[in-house]
T-cell receptor, first 111, second 113 residues
Framework: QKEVEQNSGPLSVPEGAIASLNCTYSDRGSQSFFWYRQYSGKSPELIMFIYSNGDKEDGRFTAQLNKASQYVSLLIRDSQPSDSATYLCAAPMDSNYQLIWGAGTKLIIKP | DVKVTQSSRYLVKRTGEKVFLECVQDMDHENMFWYRQDPGLGLRLIYFSYDVKMKEKGDIPEGYSVSREKKERFSLILESASTNQTSMYLC????????????FGPGTRLLVL
């Protein structure tokens, strides 16, 4: 069965530094991944979708997919206190429209 | 912008009550999902629907049922609420293509006493 794994954290990063969040997956056939951000008490919101090997950049966020090593990362440059949240990684299932979710990594940006 | 709304942000019910949670999306999405989220357990899929009147069980369907009579509306029903159903309930919707983004509603925090 496909699995997506994340370190639950918390990951503490000083303001202005680069935050690096990682996600590993069990199925070599996985082709794409989502990164969602979830603030405490709120619902998840999409940050990035990546479907090819290499990097995808959007503002301060960069998603990296390494299919050979079966991991996907999210880098946040110039971290801000407003980036403090739980970050969820998800991969589409092959057979239907469901997503397989990681448990999320809690990120704390310290001023 | 996609908009997914849920009928209540907070709900308090008594054990044994029948509870209805409603979700409405305005983007003509085919797929709709109900999740619950508990600390340390992440998002767990209860049910999803890929078309009107169509539904499939997720990972934890026990104690729940769903209804989708119209494309835009997906209801979650707790037939007889129990304290272990105290949780955050999240509805999501997506288009009917593989790898489509799921868009979430604001969530309903349910407390069963």
């Amino acid at each position: 069965q496909k699995e997506v794994e994340q370190n639950s954290g918390p990951l503490s990063v000083p303001e202005g530094a680069i935050a690096s969040l990682n996600c590993t997956y069990s199925d070599r056939g996985s082709q794409s991944f989502f990164w969602y951000r979830q603030y405490s008490g709120k619902s998840p919101e999409l940050i990035m979708f990546i479907y090819s090997n290499g990097d995808k950049e959007d503002g301060r966020f960069t998603a990296q997919l390494n299919k050979a090593s079966q991991y996907v990362s999210l880098l946040i440059r110039d971290s801000q206190p407003s980036d403090s949240a739980t970050y969820l990684c998800a991969a589409p299932m092959d057979s239907n429209y469901q997503l397989i979710w990681g448990a999320g990594t809690k990120l704390i940006i310290k001023p | 912008d996609v908009k997914v709304t849920q009928s209540s942000r907070y709900l308090v019910k008594r054990t044994g009550e029948k509870v209805f949670l409603e979700c409405v999306q305005d983007m003509d999405h085919e797929n709709m999902f109900w999740y619950r989220q508990d600390p340390g357990l992440g998002l767990r899929l209860i049910y999803f629907s890929y078309d009107v009147k169509m539904k499939e069980k997720g990972d934890i369907p026990e104690g729940y049922s769903v209804s989708r009579e119209k494309k835009e509306r997906f209801s979650l029903i707790l037939e007889s609420a129990s304290t272990n159903q105290t949780s955050m309930y999240l509805c999501a919707s997506s288009l009917a293509t593989h790898q489509e983004t799921q868009y979430f509603g604001p969530g309903t925090r349910l407390l069963v006493l």
